[in-house]
């Protein structure tokens, strides 16, 4: 059983962001494929994290795979 303190919900997981190489690592796709993806409604945008810099949340790419995987297991 959880020892949880009355009124205090446990911490929600933390949301982790990618770099853009990490991306195309996990995905397997060339930074201009993703950029062009995007900008079709086909792969997920990044979030502004300030400046010039962009960060992917963790959970969109894997979401994404998860939804491309799913789609090969159907065909």
Same mark, same amino acid.
């Given at each position: &059983?959880? %020892?949880? +303190?009355?009124?205090?919900?446990? %911490?929600?997981? @933390?949301? @982790?962001?990618?770099?853009? /190489? +990490? ?7 060339? @930074? /201009? #494929?993703?950029? @062009?993806? &995007? +900008? ?19 959970? %969109?790419?894997?979401?994404?795979? #998860?939804?491309? #995987? ?6």
């Amino acid at each position: &059983m959880l %020892d949880i +303190e009355p009124n205090k919900l446990p %911490d929600p997981p @933390r949301a @982790r962001l990618l770099r853009l /190489s +990490e991306v195309q690592h996990r995905v397997g796709l060339g @930074r /201009s #494929t993703i950029y @062009r993806w &995007m +900008e079709d409604g086909k792969f997920p945008k990044p979030h502004s994290i300030g400046g010039y810099s962009v960060r992917w949340l963790e959970s %969109d790419i894997n979401g994404w795979i #998860t939804s491309k #995987t799913s789609l090969d297991a159907t065909s």
